[in-house]
């Protein structure tokens, strides 16, 4: 038995799927320096402009000089330091919940969460679009795992009628390679008839949709009626990080079993204090109102006949090959809009991810429709 990792990485080549890092010479943002060259960047998932602002750079320093530089331990042992709290306080208050949980990233909190609560002889059923970090998750708990098509109301019916055990429904607010979003309120009326519990990703909801940002649930007052509403501190909060918000009993079991959490160091005070900062004055009020209504604004520039569910604009391409040509041209026309393949989506489904922030500018979004154009594409 020889490895052969050679014809493998070949093959992978052969088929477009072949990836490389792309690294940045210069600060997140709206226009990002890449190989000496200068990019409009329609790619990153700081929609609100956050990741890189002065706000935050001035709480991450203040965080520092507080608190230091490293946790030094993980949560349970001694690396829980005053911010980690204030931060889920202020999480729980925001999502509407009794209480939060910091991890140190977005697919810690589901790797943590879904095995903690769910075991063999379980049941886990995910919609067909679920994030990596869930399916991974569900694998890990060792329950059985049943998968609806995509926002598919009948068979995630049926299938809940046949569920055994504790029974858990995972969906997201908003799906990250498509930019639409779960038909939320129907969702819960099937799982509450059923019994069964829902986990909430609301990644790329957070920041960006309902009252203050909080996310779809609070848009529809479903907050508590959603029993796990996760989200990640690493898109529109502007930082990096995840959170599961949730009942204290929940909380409580997930500090003594998670198991991202427990064998993990504790976030950086400094990240927990700026994600704080940037939850309580940033997204919240009108600072975060009038970003949002920016990143309105500018969705409505790139979609005039309809304007989009989300931050995320996919342009759907098909074949493999194709996308990542059209995505090389735009990269020529000086926009980084990378082609999203399989395995991230489905075989044949490849796209043209266009993510939008409240910092772009409008003569960027022209500039950027008239390269669509020139590439043969419509406006979705
Ligand atoms: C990005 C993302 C995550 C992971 O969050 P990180 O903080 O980046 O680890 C989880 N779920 C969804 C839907 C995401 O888009």
Redesign the pocket.
């Known amino acids: 038995m020889s490895w052969d990792l050679q014809t493998q990485c070949e093959e992978w080549r052969e088929r477009g799927l072949w990836r490389e890092l792309r690294v940045l010479d210069s600060m997140q943002g709206p226009v990002i320096h890449l190989d000496g060259q200068e990019l409009v960047n329609f790619s990153s998932?700081d929609y609100l402009g956050l990741a890189a602002s002065a706000e935050l750079q001035e709480a991450m320093r203040e965080g520092i000089e507080r608190y230091g530089a490293g946790a030094g331990a993980s949560r349970l042992v001694c690396g829980t330091l005053r911010p980690h709290r204030d931060l889920e306080d202020a999480l729980a208050e925001f999502k509407g919940t009794e209480a939060a949980l910091a991890f140190s990233?977005?697919?810690a909190t589901?790797l943590g969460t879904i095995p903690a609560l769910l075991g063999t002889g379980d049941t886990v059923i995910l919609d067909k679009l679920c994030?990596a970090?869930?399916v991974d998750a569900a694998k890990l708990s060792g329950a059985t795992i049943r998968v609806f098509p995509h926002n598919h109301l009948g068979k995630l019916e049926k299938l809940l009628q046949c569920a055994n055990g504790r029974v858990l429904v995972v969906t997201?607010s908003v799906f990250?390679m498509d930019g639409d979003r779960c038909p939320l309120a129907e969702i819960v009326e099937l799982k509450d008839r059923h019994g069964a519990w829902l986990m909430l990703?609301e990644?790329?909801a957070v920041g960006v949709i309902g009252p203050d940002g909080r996310g779809l649930a609070a848009e529809l007052g479903l907050e508590s009626r959603v029993d796990l509403q996760m989200g990640?501190?690493?898109?529109a909060i502007g930082l990096?990080?995840?959170y599961l918000a949730a009942n204290r009993q929940v909380i409580g079991w997930l500090i003594n079993r998670a198991r991202s959490l427990v064998y993990s160091t504790a976030m950086p005070p400094s990240v927990a204090y700026a994600a704080l900062v940037s939850v309580c004055k940033l997204v919240r009020g009108p600072a975060g109102d009038l970003r949002r209504q920016r990143l309105r604004d500018r969705l409505s520039q790139l979609c005039p006949e309809k304007s989009p569910a989300s931050a995320i604009v996919p342009w759907i391409i098909g074949d493999e090959l194709n996308a990542m040509e059209m995505s090389s041209r735009l990269r020529e026309a000086g926009f980084l809009i990378p082609a999203i393949r399989y395995p991230t989506v489905a075989r044949g489904s490849a796209r043209l991810r266009v993510t939008m922030s409240a910092d772009h500018t409008k003569e960027q979004i022209g500039r950027l429709l008239a390269a669509l154009g020139d590439a043969g594409l419509p406006c979705a």
């Not at 990640?232 to 898109?235: N, V």
Request: aromatic share 4%.
């Open positions: 998932n990233s977005g697919y589901a994030h970090s869930l997201e990250s990703d990644a790329h990640t501190l690493s898109k990096s990080g995840g």
